[in-house]
T-cell receptor, first 112, second 112 residues
């Protein structure tokens, strides 16, 4: 079945350092979504990318969708302690487009 | 706009008992999804309901079941609880025309 993998699983950074998480799908995706879950919280939608090669920015966050629409990345410039949490990517399930297949998440920890 | 609500916040049961978890979607959202998130792990898809019908289920045993009511709220039932059912159970709702899912705060189920 469709698999969505994320690396790394964990990342410790010093505040001010950059951070990147990578997402790879076993199948081509019509779109990819990113969610953030703060410790003790629930996932919150960040963004959706639809076009091949699309790049979107939200302040210090840069999201990219690969040309083949099978991979994506989230880059955070100059991390802050407020960036702490787990970042999930998710793509529509090939067998049921109204469902999402989530990656395993990357847990970001930021040392002040 | 009120978000997705879930009840109870916490639930403690003993092995072999039955648990009922409830979810109210955002007004106008007809799709409800249930996920299991074991401690520190990713989101495992459980069930998807839309317009009162079960549309898909994840790789979970039949003792995980649920339903969706005419007002689109939903209930997740877990029978014959096992220790490994201890997890955060998240409900998400979605508007038919978009892929984004809105998550509730979750129910923390502890099985002793």
């Amino acid at each position: 079945g469709q698999q969505v993998m994320q690396i790394p699983q964990y990342q410790h950074v010093q505040e001010g350092e950059d951070f990147t998480t990578y997402c790879n799908s076993s199948t081509t995706l019509s779109n990819i979504q990113w969610y953030k879950q703060r410790p003790g919280g629930h996932p919150v939608f960040l963004i959706q990318l639809v076009k091949s090669g699309e790049v979107k920015k939200q302040k210090r966050l840069t999201f990219q969708f690969g040309e083949a629409k099978k991979n994506s990345s989230l880059h955070i410039t100059a991390t802050q302690t407020t960036d702490v949490g787990t970042y999930f990517c998710a793509g529509p399930n090939n067998n049921a487009g109204n469902m999402l297949t989530f990656g395993g998440g990357t847990r970001l920890m930021v040392k002040p | 706009e009120a978000g997705v609500t879930q009840s109870p916040t916490h639930l403690i049961k003993t092995r072999g008992q039955q648990a009922t978890l409830r979810c109210s979607p955002i007004s106008g959202h007809t799709s409800v999804y249930w996920y299991q998130q074991a401690l520190g792990l990713g989101l495992q898809f459980l069930l998807w309901y839309d317009e009162g019908e079960e549309r898909n289920r994840g790789n979970f045993p039949p003792r995980f079941s649920g339903r969706q009511f005419p007002n689109y709220s939903s209930e997740l039932n877990v029978n014959a609880l096992e220790l490994e059912d201890s997890a955060l159970y998240l409900c998400a709702s979605r508007l038919t025309s978009v892929y984004e899912q809105f998550f509730g705060p979750g129910t923390r189920l502890t099985v002793l």
